[in-house]
Structure formats: C-alpha cells, structure tokens
C-alpha cells in the first residue's frame, strides 16, 4: 500500500539555525499537505501542495513539492522557540481523498 | 474558517465498556470524515474513512465490529469504541473533508482502566 516516509524522526537545532524535514511517498501523491502539532495538542494544517515543483512559502517557512510529487521539503529559516513540536506531511492520493501521514519530525529548539 | 468540534476531549471508562465520541462540522457539510488513531510520540494513523449515508471504509487490521463509525448526516459522524481495553487507550482524533483538505478536531484521549 501507500507509504510515507519522513525523516529525520527528530532534530535539535540552537535557536536561529534553519531546519528541513523531508518526506517521500512510494507512490505519486495527488498533493501534499503540511501540519504542525504541539505537544499535547493537536495537528493544525499548515498548507497544501498539488502542482508539480510548487514551492511555497509562509514567513519563515518555504515548502516545496518535487517534480514527479513524490517528495516534499519544509525548510525552516532562522527557527524560534515557537518553532517546536512535531512536523507532519501527509499525502493525499490520486482519486480520492484518503490522506497518509509521515511518522513526523519532532523539532527541538534550545534558546 | 472550517471549525470540527470533537466531544469529548478526554475520557476514562472501565475495561468492558463501550465509549461513543463525536465529530461535527460547525461551519461546513463535510462529505467525508476521516478517523485517526495517534500513540504517544507516533504518528497519526487512518482507522476509517467514511462518507455521508454509507458504511465507513476501514483501514487493514482496524477491526470494524471494534470500531464502529456512524455518519449520519453531513456534519456529524461518530466513533464508538466498543468493550474497551487498557490497549485500546490512545488519542482519537477525526478530520473533517468538504473539497480534499481536512480539519481537524481537537482530539479525544481515551485512556481505559
């Protein structure tokens, strides 16, 4: 079946540093999608990824979307404590809305 | 914006007993309603899909006479966890689709004792 893959499971970076989570799909997504969720709390969408090379960005944080739409990126630029938690992709596939999520990248930032 | 409302935020229940959570779409008709199960640390995992007026689609390995899915109508479904077991206590958590992109409930921490 599907699969998405996210690496890396967890990262601490010092306060300023950039941070990239990866993810990549066994098959051709229809899109991809991006959520954060805080400890305790739970997933908040961040953005949707559907055209092929689409590169977005929100602030501080840049997604893109590979060409076959196999695999994502989420870089985060000069990160801040307010940057922690765990980052999810999720993959939607082709022909329906069914949506399977990458195992997370929990992010660490030490002021 | 879209808001899913999920009831109830955290419940305990004796071993054997069943438990009944609800997922609404406030704002929006949500034509497909996701279920999540989410273990400490891990990563959310699809249960169930289903579509207003039909049985849900369940994931492989979710047994569907454990996990029974209703979605009656465009802004309600719900999840009851029949005879639940100390395994079976987890974050629940359902996503609410009208065009493809789902939103989230806050989430329902079943803890079985």
């Known amino acids: 079946g599907q699969q998405v893959m996210q690496i890396p499971q967890y990262q601490h970076v010092q306060e300023g540093e950039d941070f990239t989570t990866y993810c990549n799909s066994s098959t051709t997504l229809s899109n991809i999608q991006w959520y954060k969720q805080r400890p305790g709390g739970h997933p908040v969408f961040l953005i949707q990824?559907?055209?092929?090379?689409e590169v977005k960005k929100q602030k501080r944080l840049t997604f893109q979307f590979g060409e076959a739409k196999k695999n994502s990126s989420l870089h985060i630029t000069a990160t801040q404590t307010t940057d922690v938690g765990t980052y999810f992709c999720?993959?939607?596939?082709?022909?329906?809305?069914?949506?399977?999520f990458g195992a997370g990248t929990r992010l660490f930032v030490k002021a | 914006g879209a808001v899913v409302s999920q009831h109830p935020s955290w419940v305990i229940c004796k071993s054997g007993t069943s438990v009944k959570i609800e997922c609404r779409s406030l704002?929006?008709?949500?034509?497909?309603m996701f279920w999540y199960r989410q273990f400490p640390k891990q990563s959310l995992m699809l249960m169930a899909t289903s579509n207003e007026g039909s049985k849900a689609t369940y994931e492989q390995g979710v047994e569907k006479d454990k996990f029974l899915i209703n979605h009656a109508s465009l802004t309600l479904s719900t999840l009851t966890v029949t005879s639940a077991h100390p395994e079976d206590s987890s974050f629940y958590i359902c996503?609410?689709?009208?065009?493809?992109?789902?939103?989230f409930g806050s989430g329902t921490r079943l803890t079985v004792v």
């Open positions: 704002d929006f008709q949500a034509t497909t």
């Open positions: 990824l559907v055209k092929s090379g």
């Open positions: 999720a993959g939607g596939n082709t022909g329906g809305f069914k949506t399977i």
């Open positions: 996503s609410a689709s009208r065009t493809g992109t789902g939103t």
